[in-house]
């Protein structure tokens, strides 16, 4: 079976470039459990919750900023890249640039605003971190189209490496501020400070590994009809719905416990979530370099190689997914322990959001599949199905169960959208990316 899968080529290089962008993101990881662990021992879980809240605002609001952009890149760089060369995918960055300028200062003066003039908030009990959150946002904004954009460039290692610097950097932070013992208030601003200054590297990077690309690049200089800036966020607007709906699914649950419960819980929460991130790690990196290949595939028409392509993918992200939660069921007191006593009482939750992402493996990316094959309207609708059911059962089920009834939400969302998904892909492919009992073409 082994030689079967790497008989594939584009799955050879998938497995190849994602082995590389795993090991950055397990040692990420590490430095990411670190610096919460720090945290909950020198600070409590009350910090650690006030960390998770202010991360899931600025998240959520770079996100809408980004107005779908960030997976737009990863459709149209590999496109033109592939059709034209790399000083034409160069132009288009640049007007991607342009657009994300606009909608981010537009996002940021509504919320502002909002935050200031009404009684809405996102918030509650951390309002003095208003200007903070603000500006992360704008550079967050601009570090996730440059991370999406070096994925696009086919530049795995400094992709990679750039995931890896913010948790390595924030585990410093961490460290320095607790030695030199910086009081919770200020401990938040100092903490992000690493987040600020990526925000800033992440141009260096991108505009470096161009500047590279396109010396390499061998082939005559052809005039291509540049797409409008118009045209541009028409194709983004599903992919913004997409991405909108699933930051809605992954931050909505943070914020609907910290205006429901206390930080404490919230606190407790974020780390399970931390911990179940260990097992989507695999599925991560093989997305790293699944989504640019997919659409370069489809572009060309190479439909057999991109069935076949897209079913090795998803085993493989399914196999390493359960491999990867097996330690966590095993292991997960004395790991929880470390934390605390209080962070051990609540341990069902930590399974109900282990299940979901085992679900998700399962499935496989059939997400990104729909967004570089051209259905992303229909991904569109599917996820802000997806994302309002989410909403609604977090409004219903946290008042009753907490944390549980958040993890309960969150898998219900889950399941939902990824069968939608897939059997959109089956209607329109005639397959599914699931694993189909050894066939995999």
Not at 175 to 186: G, P, T
Request: charged share 10%.
């Amino acid at each position: 079976m082994t030689k079967s899968l790497l008989s594939d080529i584009n799955f050879y290089h998938l497995l190849k470039g994602s082995a590389f962008n795993a090991a950055a993101k397990i040692l990420g990881t590490a430095f990411g459990f670190l610096a919460s662990f720090l945290i909950a021992k020198q600070y409590g879980a009350d910090l650690v919750g006030r960390v998770a809240t202010i991360t899931s605002v600025f998240t959520l609001l770079s996100l809408i900023a980004l107005f779908g952009n960030q997976t737009l890149v990863l459709k149209v760089i590999p496109e033109h890249i592939e059709k034209y060369s790399y000083a034409i995918a160069k132009q288009i960055y640049f007007m991607l640039i342009s657009i994300t300028l606009w909608f981010t200062f537009g996002v940021m003066t509504v919320w502002l605003f909002l935050e200031k003039s009404t009684s809405f908030t996102l918030i509650r009990g951390l309002e003095h971190y208003i200007f903070l959150i603000a500006a992360l946002l704008v550079l967050s904004a601009f570090r996730r189209l440059n991370t999406k954009c070096l994925r696009g460039l086919g530049d795995y290692k400094i992709y990679s490496l750039f995931e890896l610097l913010p948790p390595i950097l924030l585990a410093i932070t961490a460290i320095i501020a607790i030695w030199l013992n910086v009081s919770e208030y200020n401990f938040q601003y100092v903490y992000f400070l690493p987040l600020l200054t990526m925000g800033f590297l992440s141009f260096f990077f991108v505009f470096k590994t161009f500047e590279i690309k396109i010396k390499n690049d061998k082939r005559p200089l052809e005039q291509s009809p540049l797409p409008t800036k118009r045209s541009l966020i028409r194709v983004s607007l599903p992919m913004f719905g997409v991405t909108l709906s699933g930051a809605i699914i992954a931050h909505f649950d943070i914020l609907m416990l910290n205006f429901y419960t206390t930080p404490s819980v919230v606190g407790v929460y974020s780390i399970y979530v931390k911990i179940v991130a260990i097992t989507a790690l695999g599925t991560q990196s093989i997305n790293a370099m699944f989504a640019p290949t997919v659409s370069r595939l489809f572009s060309s028409d190479k439909n057999h190689e991109l069935k076949s392509f897209a079913k090795r993918a998803t085993l493989l992200s399914f196999t390493v997914t359960l491999g990867l939660s097996l330690p966590v069921i095993l292991f997960h007191e004395p790991l929880l322990l470390l934390y605390g006593p209080a962070f051990l009482g609540n341990t069902s939750t930590l399974f109900i959001i282990l299940v979901s992402s085992i679900v998700s493996s399962f499935f496989g990316s059939a997400g990104l599949y729909l967004n570089m094959t051209g259905h992303q309207v229909a991904f569109f609708r599917i996820m802000i199905f997806a994302a309002l059911m989410n909403v609604g059962l977090n409004v219903i089920f946290i008042p009753l169960w907490g944390a549980t009834g958040a993890a309960l939400a969150t898998l219900l969302s889950v399941v939902t959208w990824n069968l939608l998904a897939t059997r959109k892909i089956l209607l329109e492919h005639k397959f599914t990316l699931i694993w189909s009992g050894g066939r995999y073409a």
